[in-house]
């Protein structure tokens, strides 16, 4: 079953089920539903600042808003999906279990496959890019803001989307060596606006998908998976952070 294991069925006599039990009519249905999610969840955040007077100080508190009640209505309906058609749970389904391997692995292996993404960046003379996400960091609050959002949240709902959603679908049709690539590339594409779609940037992004990916299949869990990712995103902000470009205070 291309490297997942079939999730049983409550019966024990019944026979174990196809994993993932999903089809590519839920996953169109999954990625459809994206942009409508997060344009509802900005325009309900933009509704809600101006019935309330409020007038944030910067652009990381309405943004982090909209994008944390986007995710909600998104992965809201995937689990509806999941319990209402197939009856089956939404985080074991997901592949949100206890790894069977490679936990630490995935704490370290975070910062260390940022570094390797680093040095490879710089190898391939990367250029640098006047991130959008400086014009988030005005504050101390923002910055914490944003910290919090890219080493929790934006990994967790990332990995369940791609890693735990996708990748399975893609590897029990095409092999896991396909399946781990596919997946890595939508993941790359929606980080490459933050990059001015710089080749070099999306190559650099879809690696760090791989390596996420087969962080999935070796040790049939996202969470390890999220962990490495987190990790990633830990190191790389925070180094962001060290060289204090353009931010109000240095930490």
Same mark, same amino acid.
């Given at each position: 079953?291309?490297?997942?294991?079939?999730?049983?069925?409550?019966?024990?006599?019944?026979p @174990?089920a196809?994993?993932? +039990?999903?089809?590519?009519?839920?996953?169109?249905?999954?990625?459809?539903?994206?942009?409508?999610s997060?344009? &509802?969840?900005?325009?309900?955040?933009?509704?809600?600042?101006?019935?309330?007077?409020l007038?944030?100080? #910067?652009?990381?508190?309405?943004?982090?808003a909209?994008?944390?009640?986007?995710?909600? +209505?998104?992965?809201?309906?995937?689990?509806?999906?999941?319990?209402?058609?197939? #009856?089956?749970?939404?985080?074991?389904?997901?592949?949100?279990?206890? @790894?069977?391997?490679?936990?630490?692995?995935?704490?370290?292996? #975070?910062?260390?496959?940022?570094?390797?993404?680093?040095?490879?960046?710089?190898?391939?003379?990367?250029p640098?890019?006047?991130? @959008?996400?400086?014009? &988030?960091?005005?504050?101390? +609050?923002? /910055?914490? &803001?944003v910290?919090?959002?890219?080493?929790?949240?934006?990994?967790?709902?990332?990995?369940?989307?791609?890693r735990?959603?996708?990748?399975?679908?893609?590897?029990?049709?095409?092999?896991r060596?396909?399946?781990v690539? /596919?997946?890595?590339?939508?993941?790359? /594409?929606?980080?490459?606006?933050q990059?001015?779609?710089s080749?070099?940037?999306?190559?650099?992004?879809?690696?760090? #998908?791989?390596?996420?990916?087969?962080m999935?299949?070796?040790?049939?869990?996202?969470?390890?998976?999220?962990?490495?990712?987190a990790?990633?995103?830990l190191?790389?902000?925070?180094?962001y952070? +060290?060289?204090?470009?353009?931010?109000?205070t240095?930490?």
């Amino acid at each position: 079953m291309s490297g997942f294991e079939p999730i049983p069925d409550a019966a024990p006599s019944a026979p @174990p089920a196809r994993y993932p +039990f999903w089809g590519y009519q839920d996953l169109a249905l999954f990625a459809g539903l994206a942009v409508p999610s997060l344009l &509802l969840a900005f325009g309900l955040v933009q509704a809600v600042i101006l019935v309330s007077g409020l007038h944030p100080a #910067g652009k990381a508190g309405p943004l982090m808003a909209g994008q944390f009640l986007g995710y909600g +209505f998104l992965f809201l309906s995937l689990y509806g999906l999941l319990k209402l058609r197939y #009856g089956r749970p939404f985080w074991a389904s997901l592949g949100w279990v206890r @790894p069977r391997a490679g936990l630490w692995t995935s704490v370290f292996g #975070g910062p260390v496959l940022a570094l390797l993404v680093a040095v490879l960046g710089l190898a391939l003379q990367t250029p640098e890019m006047e991130m @959008p996400i400086k014009d &988030l960091l005005t504050d101390r +609050f923002s /910055i914490t &803001l944003v910290a919090l959002f890219a080493t929790t949240l934006g990994p967790l709902c990332e990995e369940l989307a791609f890693r735990g959603f996708l990748l399975p679908l893609v590897s029990r049709s095409l092999g896991r060596a396909v399946g781990v690539l /596919i997946a890595a590339m939508p993941f790359a /594409i929606l980080h490459a606006p933050q990059y001015s779609w710089s080749w070099r940037h999306i190559l650099l992004i879809a690696l760090a #998908g791989t390596v996420f990916g087969w962080m999935r299949l070796w040790s049939r869990s996202t969470i390890a998976a999220t962990l490495m990712h987190a990790g990633y995103n830990l190191t790389f902000f925070s180094a962001y952070l +060290f060289q204090g470009k353009d931010l109000p205070t240095k930490w």
